[in-house]
C-alpha cells in the first residue's frame, strides 16, 4: 500500500487515523471552512457550511491538496556544499550546522547579526514560538514578518483611531445585512470570492483605479489616479460636512479631534479633489449620500489603499470618514480592514512584529516586558527592543550594520519583498541564509540551508481570520517522513543554541496553553480561549479573556458597541494630509504601474504555480494596458511587453484593457523571474507603518523582440 | 410547338434601364421573354458615374455598357411619346408602336435648370449626358473663369470636370453648405475647405438671380466673372408619360410605384431615378440597381424582394474626398445626441447621431481625405 | 535669521506658513492680515450661503508654533529701500524677505466671511452672471430665497462659455426658478425690485500698496508680475496667489509650497496649471479649460450635443492635447479631459467614452448563444461546456451542478448565468 494513509499507519504509537477532518483552506485571510478526507489515495476538500464561506470555495481551495503531493516537494533538508549546490542532508548534520554558524556570527558580531523573517501564513503557535525564538534564543531585535506587506498601514490607523486593531471588528456575516458597503482598494471577488456572498445585498462604492470584477457589481465605480485616494477620502469627508451629514450627535459623544482633521480637509473642495483624483464631483457627493442615507453601512479598506507610503494616512482618513458618518461602534455599521493573508490577523498580534509582543503588546512598553518576562521565565531587561521594519530589515541584510545571517519561515521574499533585485542581492550577501519551506521556493533556492517543514493538512494548531476569529486547523495526515514540524525545527535550533528544551514545546496545543497565558491582559487576549472550547464548535472573538469563575467568557465578535479602546472610550479622528507617492509619472517613465493579485494565485505563487489546473488558468505575467497606452508604447494583444521602472524591469504578456486608466498599467506579481511585478516597485516606506509603495511606480512599456525560435532578446 | 414569349417593353436605356435587361437576361433561362429597349440618347447605355472622366481624356466608347444578347431589340434614338394602357402599347417619335405584357419606365431625369434669366445663352449648359460633356469641353478655355450652379454631388463633379479642363470654377450653392442633404453643417464646413483647396471657390447661401453673356449674378450683390455656366442644381424625373397615360405621380415627380416597383397598372413598373418609390425618388445609382434587380425577379414570377431603403450609407468619392451620409444626420429624432470630431489638421470630419441610450446609431457623416478611424 | 514678513492672511500664506514649518523653516515669520478673523477657507464661502456650514466651520488651523499671525492690519505702504512696510494703524514691521499675498478685492459684494455670514432677507438680487454670480445664486436658491441674477452678456459665464452652453446653463437655472435678466445694461444702483442686491461682479487683484512701491504690475489686471521663482522686480519681495495673477485655489496653494520650498533653500520652480472654471453649482456640472478669448486654430474640434439632457461639451485639441474645453451636465467627462489637461496627457482615441466615463458593458450576452469555452464561473474556472456536459450526464440543479463542477461555489456571482444556460437546455429524454 502506498500513499499519504500508508504513510499514517505508519507512525508508531499514534491514533488510528482520521477519516475526515474539518479545516481551513490555507490561503487567504478569509479561510474557508473545508473538510478534508481521502478517496482513492487522494486527498478531498469539499467546502463545509461554516459561516464565513456558506459552502463556498474557489478554485485555489479546491485544488489545495495537490500541493500536498507536488513533485518537488521539500523532503529533506538541503544544504549548500563547496559546490554551491544544495544537497540532501539529515536533519542533526543541518541543524548543527545552522546552530554553529549562527553561533560564530553572534559571538563575532553580536545578536543583531542574525535576523528572523516570518510569515502571515504561519499558524498562531509558530508565529508566536518564532517570535519567542528570536527574542530568547537569538536575543535579536532584528525580527519582522511579511505582513507588514499586507496589514501595516491598516494596523497602525485602527490602533490610533480605536485603541486597538481587528482587521473586521465584527463578524463577516453582518455584511450581508449592510445596505450600503464601500470597499477602498479591495477586490474580493477576485482575491476572496466567497466573501461576495455577503455583498449581494448591499449597494457597493468601488474606489479602485481598474474596472476589476469586484467594480463590475458596484453600484458605483470610482477610479481615482493612482496614488490619489487620501485626497479622495478628504473630499468625501469635506462633503460630508457641505451636504449636512455629518453625524453631530456622535462626534459629539463618541469621538475626540474632528475639529483638526476637519481642518485638514478644508482645501479639499469638491473640486479640487476632482481635479486632482479625477473623480467628478456628482460621483463623490453620490457616494456620501449613499453612505449616509443608509441605515447600515461599512467602509473597508483594502491593500489598494494601504500599500502606499502615505498608507496609514490614507486608512486614516478613511476612517475620519467613517467616524464622521457616524459609523463605526455601532451594531450593522462599521469601519473595517479586509486582512488578506490566511492568518495575517494573528500573525500581526502573536510577537512576530518587530515592535511587539504576544497579545499585541508593543515592545517597548515596560509594563509588557515585564509581563512577558514572567510567562517566559526570563529577565525583562534580557529581553531585546523593537527592531527595523519588513524592508528596513531586508535592505540591511549582509550591510555593514545589518544582519549576516537571515532564517526565513513562512515566506519567499525574493518575489513578495519590494524592489525584489535589490533584495535579492541583499540575500544574496548574507553570510548565512536559512529557509524553511516545503516546496522550493525563489528565496529557498538561494539559502544555505533548507528546512522541510509540513502543509497545513499535516499540522495542528489555530489561525485568527479576517473576523478576528480563532479558528482550529486539523490534520487530516502526517507530514511526509523526512518533513517536521515549524515548532520541531524551532525547538531543535533552540536547544543547540543552550536554550531549555521546555521553553520550546513541539506540540502545537501546548504552544497555544502558553499562547494564553501570555497574550493574557493584552489587546488581542486569547486568555480564554481553548482547544476544547474551538473543537466543540465556539465560535471565539478576541478579546476572549479567561475568567477566574463563572461561565467562560464567549468572546467578543463585535468590537466598540460599548465604547473604543482608547481610555476614554473614545475614537480619534486622526488629522492628515494628502502628499503625492513618492514617485510620480514624468517624461521617462510616464505611466504608473500598480501591482495586486488575481484570483488563479496566492501571493508570491510559490504554491499556486504548482497547481496544474490554476497555472492553465493564468500562466505567466501579464500585464494590463489600455489599448492607446499600448499603441502608444508600440506594444501589441499576446506579444510580449518589458515593464520599465528606475528599479528594474520586467517581461509580461500584453493583455489590453479597456476599462483601466490611460495612464495606468497593472501586473500581478505572483510569478518569478523576470517576470516578478516587485522588481519595479520600490523602497519608499510610510513612516507610520513601515509599508512599502506596491501600488504606485513610475514606468514605461517598451515592445520586447522575440527572436524566431522563442527566444527573447533582451 | 413554338414558345409563346411575351414582350418587355422598356422605356430608356440609360445604366439602369440598361441593368433591367442585364437582370432579366441572367434571370431568364428560357427566353420567356421577348425584350425592346427604347432609348431616347443617340448612343447606347453608359456609365453615367464615369461621365467626368470624358473630360480627361477617355472616349464615350470607354463608358459604354456591355451590349445585350441578340435577344434584345435596342432601338436607339427612339422617344416614346405616349402609353396606351388599353391596348398595352407604347407610341414612339418616329410613329412605330410596340405592344408589351410588361412596360418597365427607366426614363431617369433631366436636369434642372433655374428660372433664372439668361439660362438659355448659349454658353450656359447641363451636366448630364455625354452631349453635354462635348459641349463643355468645346467651350472651355483654360484658364477662364466657369461657374457652376448648384453645389451637390453633380455640381462638385461638374466643378471638378471644369478644373481639369483647366478652367477655375466656381459652385454656386443655394443652401448654407455644400451637399446639404448628405453632410451635416460641420462636415459641409470642412467639405467646402476641402474643395477651396482644390482651386474650387465656393459660395455657400448665394442664390443666382441673374446670367449675362460675361458674369452672373448672386442676390447680395457678388457678380463673378464667367463665360461658362453649367447647371447641375437638381434634378428631376422625366415623368411626362404620366399624365396621357393616366398613372400617379409622386408629390415631387416621377411615377408613383410601391415598393414592389409597380405602379397602380399591374403590368407597368418604373424603376431608377423616374420612380417615386413611396413617393420619393432616389437620385443616385445603387438604389437604381436595386430596383432593376426587383423588378426582374417580379418579371419572372420569383419572390419579390421589395425595394427597401435599407439606409445603406452614401459613399461618394469625388475630388478625392470621401463623403459618407446616412440616417438622421441632423439629429431630428427625438432626445438624440450628437457627437462630432473635426479634424482639421488630419483633414477628416465625422459625425456621429446616436439614439437616447448613447448606443443606437442613428445617423452618421464623414467628410475627409484620410482613412476612416472605426 | 531671515526675518519673513507675509502680507495677506488668506489660503495661499495660510499655506506658506504651514509648509515652512514643515520644511523646517526657523527664522521669524510674521503674518498680517487686514480681515478681522484667522485665515479661513475662502473657496467655501457658497456653502456658508448656501447655509450648509456655519461660517466657524471655514477657519482653517491655527499657525504653526512660531509663526505670528496678527489680524486687523492693514499694509498701505512699503518701503523697500529700508525694507519696512507700514500699516494702516501706524505700525511697522520689519523684512528680509517680504512675501505678497494680499488677494483680490471684490468689486461687488460676496467675498468676506463678513459677507457671507450676512442675513440676506425677502427677495434677491445677485448681480453680475459669472463664476460667483451663478455660485450665490444658486446657492441662495438651495436656501428657498426669490432670486433674480442679472447679468449683462447674453447667457451666465458668457466671457467662458460657448453660446450653446450658456443655453444650457440658463435653461437649467431657470428651470429651478432662478429669474434670469440677461443682457442689456445693468445699472450700478438701483435694487431691481428685490430686498437685498448682492453685487457679483468679480474681483481685482490687491495690489495698490505694491504699485505705489514701484513694483512691475501687468496693466490690464494689476496683479503683480512674478517669475517662476515668485520673484518680483525687488529680489527681496515675492508674491503669491491672486494678487500675483493665480487666483485658482490649486494654482495658489501650489504657489505657496513652491514658494516654501525655494525659501528654505529648495531648488525648484512654480509651472501653471491650465486655468480651469468650475463652478459649484450643485446638480450642474460647468467647467471651462484652458484660456478664453482667441486662441490658435485648433487642430481637432470634438463636440458633443444632447440638448434633451442638458448635456454639452466642445473639446479643442492641438498636438492631441486638450488647448480648451467647455462642458456641460458631462460629470465624468469634465474629470477626465480636467486630469488630460493637467498631466498633459494625449487624448486617446474614443473620445466619446471619454466623454461619458467610458462605454457601459453590454448587458448580458444570450447564454444560449455563448461557446462552449466561454468561461461562466472565474472562480473555479468552469466554461460553459462543462456545465452543459454535467446537465446532460444528470446534474439537473444548482447544487448537483455545484458539486460536479465547482460552480458557483466561489463568488456565486455566476449563479443567474449556469441558471440560465441550464434553463435553454432541452431535458433528454428518459433511456428506459
Not at chain 2, 461618394?316 to 459618407?324: A, E, Q, S, W, Y
Not at chain 3, 490687491?206 to 529680489?235: F, K, M, P, W, Y
Not at chain 3, 480636467?338 to 498633459?344: E, I, V, W
Request: hydrophobic share 40%; glycine share 12%; proline share 7%.
Amino acid at each position: 500500500m502506498s500513499g499519504p494513509l500508508s504513510e499514517l499507519l505508519s507512525v508508531p504509537g499514534s491514533a488510528p487515523p482520521p477519516r475526515t477532518v474539518h479545516t481551513h483552506c490555507p490561503y487567504c485571510a478569509l479561510q474557508c471552512g473545508t473538510r478534508l478526507g481521502h478517496a482513492l489515495g487522494e486527498v478531498t476538500v469539499t467546502p463545509s457550511a461554516f459561516p464565513v464561506n456558506q459552502g463556498g470555495l474557489c478554485q485555489k481551495g479546491w485544488t489545495a491538496p495537490e500541493v500536498l503531493s507536488t513533485a518537488d516537494r521539500l523532503r529533506e533538508p538541503l544544504v549548500r556544499g563547496a559546490d554551491g549546490r544544495l544537497a540532501p542532508a539529515g536533519w542533526d548534520t543541518a541543524l548543527d550546522l545552522v546552530a554553529g554558524r549562527l553561533k560564530e556570527i553572534r559571538r563575532a558580531h553580536g545578536p543583531d547579526a542574525v535576523g528572523v523573517f516570518g510569515g502571515g501564513g504561519l499558524t498562531n503557535e509558530k508565529a508566536y514560538l518564532l517570535g519567542k525564538f528570536a527574542r530568547l534564543a537569538l536575543r535579536t531585535s532584528r525580527i519582522d514578518y511579511n505582513g507588514r506587506f499586507c496589514m501595516s498601514s491598516a494596523a497602525a490607523a485602527s490602533n490610533a483611531a480605536f485603541g486597538v486593531d481587528r482587521g473586521l471588528p465584527f463578524p463577516v456575516t453582518d455584511l450581508g445585512r449592510a445596505d450600503v458597503v464601500l470597499l477602498a482598494g479591495a477586490n474580493p471577488a477576485e482575491t476572496m470570492p466567497p466573501l461576495m456572498r455577503h455583498l449581494d445585498r448591499a449597494a457597493l462604492i468601488v474606489l479602485d483605479p481598474r474596472r476589476t470584477p469586484t467594480a463590475e457589481r458596484a453600484a458605483m465605480h470610482l477610479r481615482p489616479a493612482p496614488g490619489t485616494d487620501l485626497a479622495l477620502a478628504l473630499g468625501l469627508l469635506q462633503l460630508t460636512v457641505l451636504d449636512g451629514r455629518l453625524d453631530h450627535a456622535f462626534v459629539r459623544e463618541r469621538t475626540n479631534g474632528f475639529e483638526a482633521a476637519w481642518q485638514r480637509a478644508l482645501p479639499w473642495t469638491p473640486e479640487r479633489t476632482e481635479r486632482v483624483t479625477g473623480v467628478p464631483v456628482a460621483a463623490q457627493r453620490e457616494a456620501v449620500r449613499m453612505l449616509a442615507d443608509a441605515r447600515r453601512a461599512y467602509v473597508l479598506t483594502g491593500r489598494g489603499a494601504e500599500q502606499h507610503s502615505k498608507g496609514a494616512d490614507t486608512v486614516s482618513a478613511f476612517v475620519n470618514l467613517a467616524l464622521a458618518l457616524g459609523l463605526p461602534g455601532r451594531d450593522g455599521s462599521g469601519y473595517g480592514c479586509l486582512t488578506g493573508q490566511g492568518n495575517g490577523q494573528g500573525g500581526r498580534e502573536l510577537g512576530q512584529k518587530a515592535d511587539q509582543l504576544p497579545g499585541y503588546r508593543m515592545i517597548d512598553d515596560p509594563a509588557a516586558r515585564e509581563h512577558m518576562a514572567t510567562v517566559w521565565g526570563v529577565e525583562a531587561a534580557a529581553l531585546p527592543g523593537a527592531g527595523p521594519s519588513a524592508y528596513e530589515l531586508l535592505d540591511s541584510l549582509g550591510t555593514a550594520g545589518g544582519p549576516r545571517a537571515l532564517l526565513v519561515f513562512g515566506s519567499n521574499p525574493v518575489v513578495s519583498a519590494p524592489n525584489a533585485g535589490h533584495v535579492t542581492e541583499r540575500l544574496a550577501a548574507l553570510d548565512l541564509l536559512v529557509v524553511a519551506d516545503f516546496v522550493p521556493s525563489e528565496t529557498a533556492r538561494m539559502a544555505d540551508v533548507v528546512l522541510p517543514v509540513a502543509q497545513w493538512a499535516e499540522e495542528e494548531g489555530t489561525l485568527t481570520n479576517l473576523e478576528g476569529r480563532v479558528l482550529r486547523r486539523r490534520a487530516l495526515l502526517a507530514p511526509p517522513p523526512g518533513v517536521r514540524g515549524d515548532l520541531e525545527v524551532l525547538r531543535g535550533l533552540a536547544v543547540r543554541l543552550g536554550e531549555p528544551a521546555e521553553r520550546y514545546p513541539v506540540e502545537p496545543r501546548e504552544v497555544f496553553e502558553e499562547l494564553r497565558r501570555a497574550t493574557a491582559g493584552g489587546r488581542a487576549d486569547y486568555s480564554g480561549v481553548s482547544y476544547e472550547r474551538l473543537d466543540a464548535g465556539e465560535a471565539l472573538h478576541w478579546p476572549c479573556p479567561a475568567v477566574p469563575s463563572g461561565p467562560a467568557h464567549p468572546g467578543t465578535p463585535r468590537l466598540f458597541l460599548d465604547g473604543f479602546a482608547h481610555p476614554d472610550g473614545r475614537a480619534r479622528f486622526v488629522p492628515v494630509e494628502h502628499r503625492d507617492a513618492a514617485e510620480l509619472p514624468g517624461r521617462d517613465l510616464p505611466l504608473y504601474a500598480t501591482t495586486g493579485r488575481v484570483l488563479a494565485h496566492y501571493q508570491s505563487g510559490a504554491q499556486t504555480r504548482r497547481v496544474a489546473g490554476l497555472t492553465a488558468v493564468e500562466p505567466e505575467p501579464f500585464v494590463e494596458i489600455h489599448p492607446d497606452a499600448a499603441r502608444r508604447a508600440g506594444v501589441t494583444a499576446g506579444g510580449l511587453a518589458r515593464v520599465v521602472s528606475a528599479r528594474g524591469a520586467v517581461v509580461a504578456r500584453v493583455r489590453l484593457a479597456e476599462s483601466l486608466r490611460t495612464d495606468t498599467v497593472f501586473l500581478p506579481f505572483h510569478f518569478p523571474g523576470d517576470g516578478r511585478a516587485n522588481l519595479l516597485t520600490g523602497g519608499a516606506l510610510d513612516p507610520r507603518s513601515g509599508m512599502p509603495e506596491f501600488k504606485v511606480s513610475a514606468v514605461r512599456v517598451e515592445p520586447v523582440d522575440v527572436v524566431p525560435g522563442g527566444a527573447v532578446s533582451v | 410547338m413554338s414558345l409563346s414569349r411575351r414582350t418587355l417593353v422598356v422605356v430608356g436605356y440609360g445604366p439602369v434601364g440598361h441593368r433591367l435587361v442585364a437582370e432579366v437576361r441572367a434571370l431568364d433561362r428560357t427566353d420567356s421573354w421577348r425584350v425592346v429597349v427604347l432609348g431616347e440618347e443617340p448612343r447606347g447605355a453608359y456609365d453615367r458615374v464615369a461621365l467626368s472622366s470624358l473630360v480627361s481624356g477617355r472616349t464615350p466608347a470607354d463608358l459604354a455598357l456591355p451590349v445585350p444578347d441578340s435577344l434584345v431589340d435596342v432601338r436607339l434614338s427612339t422617344t416614346v411619346t405616349g402609353i396606351d394602357r388599353d391596348r398595352r402599347t407604347v407610341r414612339c417619335s418616329d410613329g412605330t408602336r410596340h405592344a408589351y405584357d410588361a412596360l418597365v419606365l427607366a426614363t431617369g431625369s433631366r436636369p434642372f435648370v433655374p428660372p433664372v434669366p439668361g439660362r438659355d445663352l448659349p454658353h450656359c449648359l447641363t451636366y448630364r449626358t455625354v452631349e453635354d460633356i462635348e459641349a463643355l469641353r468645346a467651350a472651355a478655355r483654360p484658364g477662364a473663369p466657369g461657374v457652376v450652379v448648384g453645389g451637390g454631388l453633380l455640381g462638385l463633379e461638374a466643378a471638378d470636370a471644369l478644373r481639369r479642363l483647366g478652367m477655375r470654377p466656381h459652385v454656386v450653392e443655394a443652401a448654407p453648405r455644400l451637399m446639404p442633404l448628405q453632410v451635416d453643417t460641420g462636415g459641409g464646413r470642412l467639405l467646402a475647405s476641402l474643395v477651396r483647396e482644390l482651386g474650387v471657390e465656393v459660395h455657400c447661401g448665394a442664390t443666382t438671380v441673374s446670367v449675362d453673356a460675361d458674369r452672373v449674378r448672386l442676390a447680395d450683390g457678388t457678380e463673378i466673372e464667367a463665360g461658362l455656366v453649367v447647371f447641375s442644381a437638381g434634378i428631376r424625373p422625366r415623368d411626362e408619360l404620366a399624365a396621357d397615360a393616366g398613372l400617379a405621380t409622386g408629390e415631387r415627380g416621377g411615377f408613383l410605384v410601391d415598393d414592389g416597383l409597380r405602379t397602380d397598372d399591374e403590368r407597368i413598373w418604373a424603376v431608377g431615378e423616374c420612380a417615386a418609390v413611396g413617393g420619393r425618388c432616389h437620385g443616385l445609382l445603387a438604389p437604381g440597381y436595386r430596383m432593376a434587380a426587383a423588378v426582374a425577379r417580379s418579371l419572372m414570377g420569383l419572390a419579390p424582394t421589395p425595394f427597401g431603403d435599407t439606409g445603406q450609407p452614401t459613399r461618394l468619392k469625388l475630388l478625392g474626398i470621401d463623403v459618407t451620409g446616412f440616417g438622421d444626420i441632423h439629429a431630428r429624432t427625438e432626445g438624440a445626441i450628437e457627437f462630432s470630431e473635426a479634424d482639421r489638421a488630419g483633414g477628416r470630419y465625422r459625425k456621429l447621431v446616436l439614439g437616447a441610450d448613447g448606443h443606437t446609431l442613428l445617423g452618421r457623416v464623414e467628410v475627409g481625405t484620410a482613412p476612416a478611424r472605426s | 535669521m531671515k526675518r519673513i514678513l507675509v502680507v495677506g492672511n488668506g489660503l495661499a500664506a495660510h499655506r506658506l506658513t504651514a509648509r515652512l514649518a514643515a520644511l523646517g523653516h526657523d527664522g521669524p515669520v510674521t503674518v498680517l492680515g487686514a480681515e478681522p478673523h484667522p485665515a479661513y477657507q475662502r473657496t467655501l464661502l457658497g456653502s456658508v450661503l448656501g447655509g450648509d456650514v456655519p461660517a466657524s466651520a471655514l477657519t482653517l488651523s491655527a499657525p504653526p508654533p512660531g509663526v505670528r499671525v496678527l489680524t486687523g492690519v492693514r499694509v498701505v505702504a512699503v518701503d523697500r529701500a529700508r525694507r519696512v512696510v507700514r500699516c494702516a494703524d501706524g505700525t511697522r514691521y520689519g523684512y528680509d524677505t517680504l512675501v505678497l499675498a494680499t488677494g483680490a478685492r471684490p468689486t461687488g459684494d460676496v467675498h468676506t466671511l463678513a459677507d457671507a455670514a450676512r442675513p440676506v432677507r425677502g427677495r434677491v438680487a445677485v448681480v453680475g452672471g459669472g463664476v460667483l454670480g451663478v455660485e450665490t445664486a444658486t446657492a441662495l436658491r438651495r436656501r428657498g430665497h426669490r432670486v433674480v441674477l442679472a447679468h449683462g452678456g447674453p447667457y451666465p459665464m458668457h466671457r467662458h462659455l460657448d453660446e450653446v452652453a450658456g443655453q444650457l446653463v440658463a435653461a437649467r437655472l431657470e428651470s429651478w426658478g432662478i429669474e434670469l435678466r440677461l443682457g442689456g445694461y445693468v445699472p450700478a444702483s438701483g435694487t431691481l425690485g428685490a430686498d437685498t442686491v448682492l453685487r457679483c461682479t468679480g474681483t481685482v487683484p490687491e495690489t495698490a500698496a505694491a504699485r505705489e512701491a514701484g513694483l512691475a504690475v501687468r496693466h490690464a489686471s494689476g496683479s503683480i508680475v512674478v517669475d517662476e521663482r515668485l520673484r518680483t522686480n525687488d529680489s527681496s519681495i515675492r508674491a503669491i496667489g491672486a494678487c500675483a495673477g493665480t487666483p485658482d485655489l490649486a494654482g495658489a496653494l501650489a504657489q505657496a509650497e513652491t514658494l516654501a520650498t525655494l525659501l528654505t533653500g529648495g531648488d525648484t520652480r512654480y509651472v501653471p496649471l491650465p486655468p480651469i472654471l468650475r463652478p459649484r453649482v450643485p446638480g450642474l456640472d460647468i467647467a471651462s479649460l484652458g484660456a478664453s478669448g482667441p486662441s490658435g486654430a485648433p487642430d481637432e474640434v470634438v463636440t458633443f450635443s444632447d440638448p434633451a439632457r442638458g448635456r454639452y461639451a466642445r473639446i479643442e485639441i492641438r498636438d492631441e492635447r486638450i488647448s480648451r474645453a467647455v462642458l456641460v451636465g458631462l460629470p465624468e467627462g469634465t474629470a477626465a479631459v480636467a486630469q488630460l489637461s493637467d498631466t498633459g496627457r494625449p487624448v486617446p482615441e474614443d473620445r466619446l467614452a471619454l466623454l461619458l466615463g467610458g462605454r457601459t458593458k453590454a448587458h448580458g450576452d444570450d447564454p444560449a448563444a455563448m461557446a462552449d469555452e466561454t468561461v461562466l464561473c472565474h472562480c473555479n474556472n468552469v466554461s460553459k461546456g462543462t456545465v452543459v456536459r454535467a446537465w446532460q450526464h444528470g446534474a439537473r440543479d444548482l447544487a448537483a451542478l455545484a458539486a460536479t463542477t465547482r460552480a458557483t461555489t466561489g463568488c456565486g456571482g455566476c449563479t443567474a448565468a449556469v441558471r440560465a444556460v441550464c434553463a435553454a437546455l432541452p431535458v433528454p429524454e428518459e433511456v428506459g
